[in-house]
T-cell receptor, first 110, second 111 residues
Framework: AQRVTQPEKLLSVFKGAPVELKCNYS??????LFWYVQYSRQRLQLLLR??SRESIKGFTADLNKGETSFHLKKPFAQEEDSAMYYC????????????FGSGTRLQVQP | DTEVTQTPKHLVMGMTNKKSLKCEQH?????MYWYKQKAKKPPELMFV???????INESVPSRFSPECPNSSLLNLHLHALQPEDSALYLC??????????FGQGTRLTVV
C-alpha cells in the first residue's frame, strides 16, 4: 500500500525566509510525486511534478529515492505563498489515482 | 476551456433522499475521478474512470454510485446517505498520464 507523510501541519515563516515543506512516501514500485497547492477559496491545483523538474513560483522539489522524500523548497518566501500544500503520490501506471499526504499549512508573515 | 465544473456547489439532503452530483470537463481528458474530502483532511480517492469505464473503486459503500455517461461527464448518484457522509466531493480529470485538474467541489451536508 502507498503512503504519503507530511510531518508538519503548520509551518510559519517570515517573508524572505527560506521554506522547506517535508514529504516522505512509501511505495513498492516507481511512483510519480506531485505537490498540489490550495490557496484560500480556490480549487486544488498542481504546483510541481517530479518528472518535469521545473521551478514554479520559485518552488523546487527533488525526488530522493534513497530517502523516499520529495521535499518542497523555496529560498525566499512571499506572503502570497500562504496556502495549504499537499504532497501526493500516483502509481507509475499513468492514471492520476492520487494518494495525498495530510497537508501542511504555510503561513508567511510580513 | 481548462476547467472542471461541478454542480451543485452546495447540497443539503435527507437520509432518505436520492440526489446526484455532476462533473463536466471539455479538455479531452479520458480519465476522471471522484475524491472525498472531510474537513481539515486531505482528499481521499473514491473512484477512477478511464475511457468511460470504472477502473478503480476504493471500497466505497454502494450508497455512492458513479456513472460516466460520456467522455465529458461524470456523475455521482447518492442514495440513503448517512450524516458522516457529509464532506466536500471533488471531481478531477486528466489525460491518462497528465496533470490532474480539480473542480471546486460540491459541499454535501446530510441531515
Amino acid at each position: 500500500a502507498q503512503r504519503v507523510t507530511q510531518p508538519e501541519k503548520l509551518l510559519s515563516v517570515f517573508k524572505g525566509a527560506p521554506v522547506e515543506l517535508k514529504c516522505n512516501y512509501s511505495y513498492s514500485g516507481s511512483p510519480e510525486l506531485f505537490w498540489y497547492v490550495q490557496y484560500s477559496r480556490q480549487r486544488l491545483q498542481l504546483l510541481l511534478r517530479h518528472i518535469s523538474r521545473e521551478s514554479i513560483k520559485g518552488f523546487t522539489a527533488d525526488l530522493n529515492k534513497g530517502e523516499t522524500s520529495f521535499h518542497l523548497k523555496k529560498p525566499f518566501a512571499q506572503e502570497e505563498d500562504s496556502a495549504m500544500y499537499y504532497c501526493a503520490l500516483s502509481p507509475g501506471t499513468g492514471r492520476r489515482a492520487l494518494t495525498f499526504g495530510s497537508g501542511t499549512r504555510l503561513q508567511v508573515q510580513p | 476551456d481548462t476547467e472542471v465544473t461541478q454542480t451543485p456547489k452546495h447540497l443539503v439532503m435527507g437520509m432518505t433522499n436520492k440526489k446526484s452530483l455532476k462533473c463536466e470537463q471539455h479538455m479531452g481528458h479520458r480519465a476522471m475521478y471522484w475524491y472525498k474530502q472531510k474537513a481539515k483532511k486531505p482528499p481521499e480517492l473514491m473512484f477512477v474512470y478511464s475511457y468511460e469505464k470504472l477502473s478503480i473503486n476504493e471500497s466505497v459503500p454502494s450508497r455512492f454510485s458513479p456513472e460516466c455517461p460520456n467522455s465529458s461527464l461524470l456523475n455521482l448518484h447518492l442514495h440513503a446517505l448517512q450524516p458522516e457522509d457529509s464532506a466536500l466531493y471533488l471531481c478531477a480529470s486528466s489525460h491518462v498520464a497528465g496533470e490532474a485538474f480539480f473542480g471546486q467541489g460540491t459541499r454535501l451536508t446530510v441531515v
